[in-house]
């Protein structure tokens, strides 16, 4: 499975941007990849990845760790978007969409197995 994240680019703080990812290539094991999760990740300059949100196949979600954003998904399309609202600068990061081995919510990297190039976000004034 390759995912390509777009989307990312500079906004002063306050913006908004909106990422896509889109899921292409082999299915995996007999099963589409609608029916995992996916989520968003994101890595500061010298930090670790953490999670930012996580989807469902079926639309449950969580976006706990960060509430002005917000996760959705178009199976139709293979895509996972999130939009993100009153960007802050420590939101800058680069924002990774991953695809996760489970159907259940899962916030920890081990449990995705498919990884994006990522996307830089970078809010400054």
């Known amino acids: 499975v390759q995912l390509v994240e777009s989307g990312g680019g500079s906004v002063q703080p306050g913006g908004s941007l909106r990422l896509s990812c889109v899921a292409s290539?082999?299915?995996?094991?007999?099963?589409?990849?609608?029916?995992?999760?996916m989520a968003w990740f994101r890595q500061a300059l010298g930090k670790e990845r953490g999670i930012v949100a996580t989807?469902?196949?079926?639309?449950n979600y969580d976006q706990s760790f960060e509430s002005r954003f917000t996760i959705s998904r178009d199976n139709a399309k293979n895509t996972l978007y999130l939009q993100m609202s009153n960007l802050k600068p420590e939101d800058t990061a680069v924002y990774y969409c991953?695809?996760?081995?489970?159907?259940?919510?899962?916030?920890?990297?081990?449990?995705?197995?498919?990884w994006g190039q990522g996307t830089q976000v970078t809010v400054s004034s």
């Open positions: 290539g082999d299915i995996l094991s007999g099963d589409t990849t609608s029916g995992h999760a």
């Open positions: 991953a695809l996760s081995t489970q159907r259940e919510l899962t916030s920890a990297p081990c449990d995705y197995d498919a």
């Open positions: 989807i469902t196949g079926i639309g």
